[in-house]
């Protein structure tokens, strides 16, 4: 059994800066990828950012101002996020590309969700 654990979400005024972290355990064998998506009310869920052994990957519109950082061996992921605005109020979802056992196909695995809102 996977599990997915996010934290440090909240209210922060437009400007501000979160950051969000998320610890992975159980059986895992291999973590081809991490990353944090997000859904906002009456969307749906978008990539916000990814990071792999080729790099970070951003959605245009968090380019500049969210830093993805990961480190495998701790099974960890975060996401610095700076200049926070309205629009990125959503409810994040830590999401991670990985193998339970060796032989097995990777397959996604979800945190349960943190929500995050920019407001004055």
């Known amino acids: 059994q996977v599990q997915l654990v996010e934290s440090g979400g909240g209210l922060v005024q437009p400007g501000g800066s979160l950051r969000l972290s998320c610890a992975a355990s159980?059986?895992?064998?291999?973590?081809?990828?991490m990353g944090w998506y997000r859904q906002a009310p009456g969307k749906e869920r978008e990539l916000v950012a990814l990071i792999t052994s080729g790099g970070a990957n951003y959605a245009d519109s968090v380019k500049g101002r969210f830093t993805i950082s990961g480190d495998y061996a701790k099974r960890m992921v975060n996401l610095q996020m700076n200049s926070l605005k309205p629009e990125d109020t959503a409810i994040y979802y830590c999401n991670a590309d990985l193998r339970t056992r060796a032989g097995l196909p990777r397959r996604d695995y979800w945190g349960q969700g943190t929500q995050v809102t920019v407001s004055s």
């Open positions: 159980g059986s895992i064998f291999y973590i081809n990828g």
